[in-house]
């Protein structure tokens, strides 16, 4: 099945806002099997709308619209694509009890939010839990027009929920998808060392994702049942897990480095300092997604400035000076003084050249030390990476987390999570 | 000028990236007055590249191409546009020339790397100074196609450099734009503020922007001179100035609100500390974007647990007993404990309720104190973010770097930003 994503709105023409809704939709579809041919995105105006849905529905099999489905003026791809098919509007009780709900019971409604409730004639209503316009699904000529509400807090759940059963439901064969998340090989590196899995394999389908620090690894298979294509992907994984060892963290697609991080932590009881310099934060931060993250996550500290790297964490003068703030001794002692400082059982330190100022030959911007605390060892490690200021910082925390995961793993001899 | 931008890629299509470059170049052409009717994006597949081409052309009188223009096979933007165009390609000597001062001096180059030396007949070279593939901009019955690589850190100084000047000139009238950046204030109430000033405008044109806790102000006026599209600017830039008043950061596009708080500490020789409580270091994280902050931006706290809070900031047993941690009273200690614990002159303080887990009646999720202690004085407000766990602690983060902003602004009597 061919699929076509058609995003509507003049807030993305003008650049307001990035098309993350696009990537989402784009990655749940591959993850089902389906093939994206086209992404388009077309302003507020009917007649360029009406246009885009007759040539996505001349081209495809399933044409997904995004955004417009408000109760302002401008929102007008529900009664633009109803046009297109030819279906009159009708009112829909059932929705319109809904709206009343959500807006709440006894507080006056603007009467414009009346117009969500009416549903072109059999289409299918999909309930939204967080707003008031319905999603809607039609079909034509065996070519089905799934609308979706713009905001990705209502489109998201809305497709995670109602339209996935539906897409699996309509495709003609089973679809069973893991996604193995990795850290800590780059991407070229991962795809030589499964080289030979993904040049053997037709079905499950391997497919490599590189996001920043990060390698995650999707296996598709389709069968006739779930069942069948969830035993066609199981041995994929496998091998694929142990080939890379303890770089992979997760096999679960919804669960963050930061929360295998903090799983970890839990599980053994043990609690982590951070000390950052050039991330200023970024480290705490990740870490801080996660809630109720407090119970292991003790403190952070920021040291950007080297007396402040002094005072809080003990790094000595000497060092400083001798070394400088960039190097595996400061890196250390940066780790070692966040222990000692907390009573902490780990800490995490970094400290690193994130440009695009200081550089010199014998330490150049995207140098970075990254230093572990635990059990009264400290160990650390030298960094190249590339790309500008925030990508340099970025990839730093990205490895710490995973240093503080890995130094975890080695304690306690635990290899990659089941 | 109407533009098309077609993004190539089959990445994008299986949602591996997000497209930013769309985002950016949408901006771009908003800023230069040019409107951008569609956006959309095929894989690395010459049928439907080249349909895609065509049907550009047909509506458009720019389009602008991102990707596809690379060493390896997959790489076929060029070639098909070329062909689409029926161009034929020629080697090009001064792009060879730069490829291999690119490459490295005594190198080997890779066989494959030759192909981006070739160019359409009488395509314009844009010489690429981060990479090897060059640009291209054709031209076929008015119509303009300008080919770009794909990597961001290519595309954009590429479009700055050479595009840019390259639609200025074509266009029909110069366009001079000015982005008015606000914090402080909501993007419906800054709509309303500015009501009888957008209603009375065609040229300039207004356009506001909402980010995360920032409102932009896009002036955009066209003359048949640069100098006098300025001139229609200004009055009305001084207009919105004057009614949203200390709201307004910066009129400079490239200035960001973190930029702009260091400018201000480093003007009045200040040195600022954070402590952070729900937003983990992100606040620290945002400050250290700034190169060279370290001058000013003394130490940060993650106090996430209660514990740290007492430790490192000095929040009494008793106010965390009595107020609980989300309150006024814990961020104004927050806020003093910060200053008394470095000498810094400023310390801003963040805690709050990000969720999902842990709301009462009385705090409900979204409710964040952000204190800020100067000059032996503690502030402290309440708010109430909306939104899921990451948008509360962005929100939170601004809202504390404008209140910085607006501590010093007040402490020396400036008004906003000149």
């Given at each position: ?7 509507v ?14 990537q ?13 041919y ?5 302003g507020?105006n ?24 408000g109760?302002?003026?401008d ?9 297109v098919?030819g ?6 009780a059932h ?24 549903v ?9 839990d ?17 609308l ?15 339209v996935?059963?539906y ?8 679809i ?9 090989i780059g991407e ?5 060392m ?25 296996v598709t298979?389709s069968?006739?049942t ?7 992907v ?5 091998k ?5 060892k303890?770089?992979v963290?997760t ?13 970890l ?8 300092v ?13 870490l801080v ?6 119970d ?10 080297n007396?402040?790297?002094r ?8 060092t ?9 001794e400061?890196?250390k ?6 222990v000692?400082q ?5 800490c ?16 150049p911007?995207?140098l ?19 790309g ?7 990839q730093?925390?990205?490895r ?5 995961r890995?130094?975890?793993l ?9």
């Amino acid at each position: 099945m061919v699929v076509e994503l058609i995003s509507v709105g003049t807030e993305l023409l003008l650049g307001n806002i990035v098309n993350t809704n696009a990537q989402y939709l784009s990655q749940k579809c591959a993850g089902l099997g389906l093939s994206v041919y086209y992404q388009s995105c077309v302003g507020d105006n009917a007649g360029r709308l009406a246009e885009a849905i007759r040539l996505a529905m001349s081209r495809c099999d399933v044409v997904i619209l995004g955004g417009g489905l408000g109760p302002t003026e401008d929102d007008i791809t529900k009664e633009t694509a109803a046009s297109v098919l030819g279906l009159e509007l009708v009112e829909d009780a059932h929705t319109k009890e809904r709206i009343k709900a959500y807006m709440g019971k006894g507080k006056e409604i603007p009467e414009n939010n009346w117009k969500q409730a009416m549903v072109p004639v059999g289409a299918k209503v999909l309930d939204n839990d967080n707003g008031t316009a319905p999603g809607l699904i039609m079909e034509k000529d065996g070519t089905r027009l799934i609308l979706l509400p713009g905001p990705p807090n209502e489109l998201i759940p809305m497709f995670q929920e109602s339209v996935i059963p539906y897409l699996k439901e309509i495709a003609s064969s089973a679809i069973f998808s893991v996604m193995v998340k990795s850290c800590g090989i780059g991407e070229s590196k991962v795809a030589s060392m499964l080289e030979d899995i993904i040049g053997a394999q037709t079905n499950p389908t391997i497919a490599t994702y590189a996001k920043t620090g990060e390698v995650d690894i999707r296996v598709t298979a389709s069968a006739s049942t779930e069942k069948e294509a969830k035993k066609l992907v199981k041995p994929v994984v496998e091998k694929i897990k142990e080939r890379l060892k303890e770089a992979v963290f997760t096999t679960d697609e919804d669960v963050t480095l930061e929360e295998e991080v903090v799983r970890l932590l839990d599980k053994y009881e043990l609690t982590l300092v951070t000390a950052e310099s050039c991330t200023g934060g970024l480290l705490g931060g990740r870490l801080v997604n996660v809630p109720g993250v407090s119970d292991v996550y003790k403190a952070g500290f920021i040291t950007y400035s080297n007396k402040a790297k002094r005072k809080y964490l003990d790094v000595s003068k000497n060092t400083l000076k001798k070394y400088g703030a960039v190097s595996k001794e400061t890196a250390k002692e940066m780790a070692k003084g966040g222990v000692f400082q907390t009573d902490a059982d780990i800490c995490v330190a970094i400290t690193g050249l994130a440009g695009p100022q200081g550089a010199t030959d014998e330490k150049p911007v995207g140098l970075v030390y990254i230093a572990c605390y635990i059990d009264d060892k400290v160990q650390v490690k030298e960094y190249h990476f590339k790309g500008n200021r925030n990508k340099v910082r970025e990839q730093a925390v990205v490895r710490a987390l995973d240093t503080v995961r890995r130094c975890i793993l080695d304690k306690y001899q635990e290899t990659a999570r089941k």
